[in-house]
């Protein structure tokens, strides 16, 4: 079985998210916004889902591990929802001008989002249509905490003391520390990929995006013309384009469930 120790390595992003959201939101939860409860609840449930099927695979319960896999058929969507959330808010926060935060990273951000997103459903659908191969299913399963690691490693890399943060003044320290987040979590995918002994597919797409994801923050994200589009879409309503993920998310489920059933019998010849 691959990956057999996957779900103690997934048990160490809990530690490292609680460090990241402790300032943004974990301080603040009762006062935070909808969205941020949304994407926390979904990233943290997705989380918990690989560990515990990683732990319950390994521990030969395989009739819970299927019961639990059904499961994410309904987190999936949720998670896009969820996620919905962070990219609109962002866009909103851009347009009000709220802080030189946004101001300088806001649209910057969103590509990692998109890249996010996207490799996230496309992995998500490869796993579901290939279920029954276990270790391209399981590689595509847990190759998801990779799009987690940036967001979570840009937010902690201020601890470092060359990108510390005294004031608004150093927050141009800010992209060389989400850079650096996406530069590790890329490493961390190929040291993955080269051990997985022929089955490091899934990793290496992984790596692969997240690197698509840090050239579009760097020169994408910038442009006068991509800034003004992601500002015009703080105008969108919040729950239609929510409810719009979701069902995006039931449609790539349903796709990859249906992609991975097995092939009708044959009839058989004399």
């Given at each position: 079985?691959p990956?057999?120790?996957?779900?103690?390595?997934?048990?160490?992003?809990?530690?490292?998210?609680?460090?990241?959201?402790?300032?943004?939101?974990?301080?603040?939860?009762?006062?935070?916004?909808?969205?941020?409860?949304?994407?926390?609840?979904?990233?943290t449930?997705?989380?918990?889902?690989?560990?515990?099927?990683?732990?319950?695979i390994?521990?030969?319960?395989?009739?819970?591990?299927?019961?639990?896999?059904?499961?994410?058929?309904?987190?999936?969507?949720?998670?896009?929802?969820?996620?919905s959330?962070?990219?609109?808010?962002?866009?909103?926060r851009?347009?009000?001008?709220?802080?030189?935060?946004?101001?300088?990273?806001?649209?910057?951000?969103?590509?990692?989002d998109?890249?996010?997103?996207?490799?996230?459903?496309?992995?998500y659908?490869?796993?579901?249509?290939?279920?029954?191969?276990?270790p391209?299913?399981?590689?595509?399963?847990?190759a998801?905490?990779?799009?987690?690691?940036?967001?979570?490693?840009?937010?902690?890399?201020?601890?470092?003391p060359?990108?510390?943060?005294?004031?608004?003044?150093?927050?141009?320290?800010?992209?060389?520390?989400?850079?650096?987040?996406?530069a590790?979590?890329?490493?961390?995918?190929?040291?993955?990929?080269?051990?997985?002994?022929?089955?490091?597919r899934?990793?290496?797409?992984?790596?692969?995006?997240?690197?698509v994801?840090?050239?579009?923050?760097?020169f994408?994200?910038?442009?006068?013309?991509?800034r003004?589009?992601?500002?015009?879409?703080?105008?969108?309503?919040?729950?239609?384009?929510?409810?719009?993920?979701?069902i995006?998310?039931?449609?790539?489920?349903?796709?990859?469930?249906r992609?991975?059933e097995?092939?009708?019998?044959?009839?058989a010849?004399?």
């Amino acid at each position: 079985m691959p990956y057999r120790h996957a779900h103690f390595y997934v048990l160490a992003i809990f530690p490292l998210a609680g460090l990241a959201f402790w300032p943004a939101y974990l301080s603040q939860v009762t006062t935070a916004s909808i969205e941020f409860h949304a994407h926390g609840i979904t990233a943290t449930l997705w989380l918990a889902l690989l560990v515990t099927q990683s732990a319950l695979i390994h521990g030969g319960n395989r009739p819970t591990h299927r019961a639990l896999g059904f499961a994410s058929l309904a987190l999936f969507p949720l998670f896009l929802a969820g996620g919905s959330g962070i990219f609109l808010g962002m866009a909103r926060r851009l347009a009000a001008n709220v802080s030189p935060f946004y101001d300088l990273y806001a649209a910057r951000l969103a590509w990692l989002d998109i890249v996010t997103v996207a490799g996230f459903a496309w992995f998500y659908h490869q796993a579901l249509a290939r279920r029954r191969t276990t270790p391209v299913h399981a590689g595509y399963m847990l190759a998801t905490t990779i799009f987690l690691l940036p967001p979570i490693l840009g937010r902690l890399a201020p601890a470092l003391p060359p990108l510390a943060i005294a004031g608004p003044q150093d927050f141009w320290k800010l992209g060389i520390g989400f850079q650096l987040a996406n530069a590790i979590a890329a490493a961390i995918a190929l040291v993955v990929a080269a051990r997985a002994r022929g089955h490091g597919r899934p990793f290496l797409e992984a790596a692969g995006l997240t690197l698509v994801g840090a050239l579009a923050f760097q020169f994408v994200g910038p442009l006068p013309a991509w800034r003004a589009l992601f500002t015009q879409a703080a105008a969108l309503p919040p729950l239609p384009f929510a409810l719009a993920a979701a069902i995006a998310g039931c449609v790539i489920a349903y796709a990859g469930w249906r992609a991975g059933e097995d092939p009708a019998p044959r009839p058989a010849t004399a």
